[in-house]
Nanobody, 119 residues
């Protein structure tokens, strides 16, 4: 079992910045990848950024150059630094952990944190 607790969402003006945090607890040694997804009203949930235990990073095209994902292994925390925010970045952001153990895998999700960017 993995528990994810997110923080850092809020309301910001366009071109502003926010940093999201996601603290993992539980069976963290079996997490192979963590990331951030977002879901805007009426849209499907989409990947924003992910980082593997080996440090491989992946970004959605729409956030490249503006968002940075990082992790602090000592704190079991993943961060998403969001700069130059745009109104279209408005969504609920979810932390994700991909867990693999004994040949089985599953996704864990945080509760979500609202990010609202005003124009």
């Amino acid at each position: 079992q993995v528990q994810l607790v997110e923080s850092g969402g809020g309301l910001v003006q366009a071109e502003g910045s926010l940093r999201l945090s996601c603290a993992a607890s539980g069976s963290i040694f079996s997490i192979s990848r963590m990331g951030w997804y977002r879901q805007a009203p009426g849209k499907q949930r989409e990947l924003v950024a992910s980082i593997t235990t080996g440090g491989n990073i992946n970004y959605a095209e729409s956030v490249k150059g503006r968002f940075t994902i990082s992790r602090d292994n000592a704190k079991n925390t993943v961060y998403l630094q969001m700069n130059s925010l745009k109104p279209e970045d408005t969504a609920v952001y979810y932390c994700n952990a991909f867990y693999v153990r004994l040949g089985l895998s599953r996704n864990y999700w945080g509760q979500g944190t609202q990010v609202t960017v005003s124009s």
